[in-house]
């Protein structure tokens, strides 16, 4: 394969908007092609001694598994650090610990509550920081539905993406990179759980330049119309827990079951981030079914993680 381009080396990763079109475009160039080389069984040595930081302050399956392969398949090492094990759990400051790590680490990948913790690792580490969710952002999981989208649809440009349930950080990552590429985004959201306004008006900006479109409907049936991908997440993210009962009852019109899939494009895929709940946002039937390509999305959370840390660890 191609040599990786240099272009993004030292760069964070903290919201889809860090980046352009053009280099979100390079990440997900450079995964289709480890997803290649790794079945060939070719291996990109691209971090030779370099070690990568995970910190996390909430569970994690994919977020965390997909990136210590990455690292590792990339010739590096990473180290996975429950956060309430670092003296940041006792009053050490965000400021302080960055600035030790990039003492020690080519990267730091943190999943945590607040988009403002992970900025504020932005803004005093040297080294890249890449954000594994927060509670209104997943940048990371965004990459690898668009590398989903485009491996079926060959271009995410005039493609029709409706999103059913919860405006939360999935909602919201996903609108901005459906709307940097020009895709058509409809998310039908019951009645106080609308994405962030803020972020909503951030990408139809973007749309109006790409030639895509934002919408934010309530009735899930408008937005499954037609689409072309249907996408959910789970009903109660974490943290969230304490809202369970109420949550499960505003929602119940959302979930993606095969009568919304009919409403749907005949070639219509279901997408889900995981992890699910089946029997709540999603059916049984849907998930496990011929349109699901929920599994590959997972596998594909390798290939663009992969992808992010060769380009941005020098
Ligand atoms: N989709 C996702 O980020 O899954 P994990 O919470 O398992 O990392
Ligand atoms: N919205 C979910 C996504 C999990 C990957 C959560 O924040 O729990």
């Given at each position: 394969m191609a040599g990786i381009p240099s272009g993004l080396k030292g760069r964070s990763y903290t919201r889809v908007s860090d980046w352009t079109a053009d280099e979100l475009r390079t990440a997900l160039d450079l995964a289709d092609e480890l997803k290649v080389e790794r079945v060939r069984r070719r291996?990109?040595?691209?971090?030779?001694g370099r070690t990568v930081a995970l910190i996390f302050r909430k569970p994690s399956t994919r977020t965390r598994i997909s990136s210590e392969v990455a690292i590792a398949e990339l010739g590096g090492m990473a180290l996975y650090v429950?956060?309430?094990?670092?003296?940041l759990s006792r009053g050490e400051s965000t400021r302080d610990t960055a600035l030790v790590l990039s003492r020690f680490v080519s990267a730091i990948l943190i999943r945590t509550f607040d988009q403002a913790e992970v900025e504020e690792f932005a803004t005093h580490a040297t080294v890249p920081v890449i954000n594994g969710l927060t509670d209104t952002s997943h940048p990371l999981q965004a990459l690898a539905d668009a590398m989903t989208i485009r491996e079926r649809f060959g271009q995410l440009d005039g493609v029709r993406i409706a999103y059913l349930g919860d405006g939360n950080n999935i909602c919201h990552s996903l609108m901005r990179i459906s709307a940097r590429f020009g895709a058509h985004f409809v998310a039908a959201c019951p009645s106080g759980y609308e994405p962030r306004a803020e972020t909503v008006a951030a990408a139809k900006a973007d749309a109006a330049t790409t030639g895509g479109s934002v919408e934010i409907v309530t009735d899930p049936r408008d937005a499954a119309a037609g689409a072309n991908v249907l996408y959910t997440d789970v009903w109660v993210s974490m943290g969230q827990d304490d809202g369970r009962e109420q949550r499960l009852r505003d929602f119940e019109p959302y979930r993606l079951d095969a009568a919304k899939l009919a409403l749907a494009d005949k070639d219509a895929i279901a997408m889900h981030d995981l992890p699910a709940h089946v029997g709540e946002e999603i059916t049984e039937d849907v998930l496990y079914g011929p349109r699901s390509l929920v599994w590959e999305q997972a596998e594909n959370r390798l290939h663009t993680q992969k992808a992010v840390m060769a380009l941005v660890i020098h």
């Open positions: 291996e990109l040595r691209a971090l030779p429950p956060a309430a094990d670092l003296q």
